[in-house]
C-alpha cells in the first residue's frame, strides 16, 4: 500500500507529475513478482496448487489475498506465508524503479527520496502486521495533516480500510491527492450511505461517466459499455461492502455500534453542509474517484 502514498509524496516535491508516477505504478502491477511464483521457487507449493488458488481467486473475483487462500487450503503454513511476504520488495521501491528506467527521476533522486520519505514519515522497517499498521496510520495522518490538526482514529480506519478495499476490489494503481475541506459539492455519478451510531458520517463516492464504467467494471469482472444500472449498481455495492466492514471492524474492535442506512444515488446533486465536507481525490489511469466524507 505504500505506493500509493510514495506517489503522493513524489508530487507533493514537485519532482515527478501523476501521469508520470501513475505510468510507473501500472508497468510495476504488470512486473511485480507474485507470491504464487516466490511459493514454487521456495519448494512450498506446486504449480498445480499455485493454479488452484489462482482459480479460486478468481472465482472471488480477487477479493480475498493469494496468502490468505493458500493458508485456508492447507499448501501454506503462517511461518512459510510469513517467510515469503518478507522477501517481496516493498511496492513503493519498485514504482521508484520503474520512475528511473522511465526517465522520470535518477538513481541518485530516488535514494536520496526514499530515505528522506522513510524519515519523514517515521516508517517501521520490519513490515509484520503490527508495524504494518503503524506505518499506515502514520502516512495517513500525514497524508490529512494539512487539512486536520488531528484526525480522528474512526476516521483513520475508515479510509485505512478504503485503500485496502481499492486495493483488493479494484486494483492497486491508484494514488491520492491532498485532501481538501469544502461545503459545496456537485456530483456527477455517485452513490452515498449515512452510517448511524457514536461515529456519525455519511460518506459518497463520485466519478465522471467513464471513470464510473471502468469502475464498475474492475468492480463487477466484467466490461460495461454505458453508464446503465448495472454501473450504478456495481458503484453502491462497493459501498455497501465497505461501509458493512466498517462497521463489523468497529464492533469487534472499539464495542462500537453503528447501523448503516440504505445507499442512496445522488447523480448532479449538490452536497452542502453547515460544516466542512472532506473531498479526497483519488488518482486511477481510468480517471478520477472523489471520496467524500461528511462527519
Known sequence: MYAQFFGNYLLSKHIVTAEQVIQAMEEQHIRHLKLGTLAIHAGFMTLAQVD????????????????????EA????????????????????LIGER??????????????????????NELLQLENASTHQQNLDALFRNLFLITFSDIPDYLVKYLSLMFNNLIRLIGEDFMPLNPILCQE?????????????????TSYMDMEEDAAIAFASRFADREFKVCDEYVQAAIG????????????????????????????NLENTMLSSTSNILHLPI???????NILIKL
Do not use: W
Not at 488452484?52 to 493458508?71: D, K, T
Not at 520512475?99 to 519523514?120: C, F, H, P, R
Open 52 to 71: 488452484n488458488v489462482l482459480m479460486r481467486q478468481s472465482q472471488m473475483q480477487g477479493r480475498r489475498r493469494f496468502g490468505e487462500i493458500a493458508v
Open 74 to 93: 492447507g499448501y501454506l503454513t503462517n511461518e512459510q506465508l510469513e517467510e515469503l511476504l518478507n522477501q517481496q520488495i516493498p511496492i513503493y521501491l
Open 99 to 120: 520512475l528511473v528506467e522511465n526517465g522520470a527521476l535518477t538513481e541518485t533522486q530516488l535514494e536520496e527520496l526514499i530515505l528522506s520519505y522513510q524519515k519523514e
Open 185 to 201: 459539492y456537485i456530483t456527477n455519478h455517485c452513490y452515498g450511505q449515512i452510517i448511524n451510531g457514536e461515529h456519525s458520517l
Open 237 to 264: 455495492d462497493f459501498l455497501n461492502i465497505h461501509n458493512g466492514l466498517f462497521t463489523v471492524n468497529v464492533s469487534n474492535e472499539d464495542s462500537v455500534e453503528l447501523q448503516l442506512n440504505p445507499t442512496v
Open 283 to 289: 488518482i486511477y489511469p481510468f480517471g478520477k474517484l
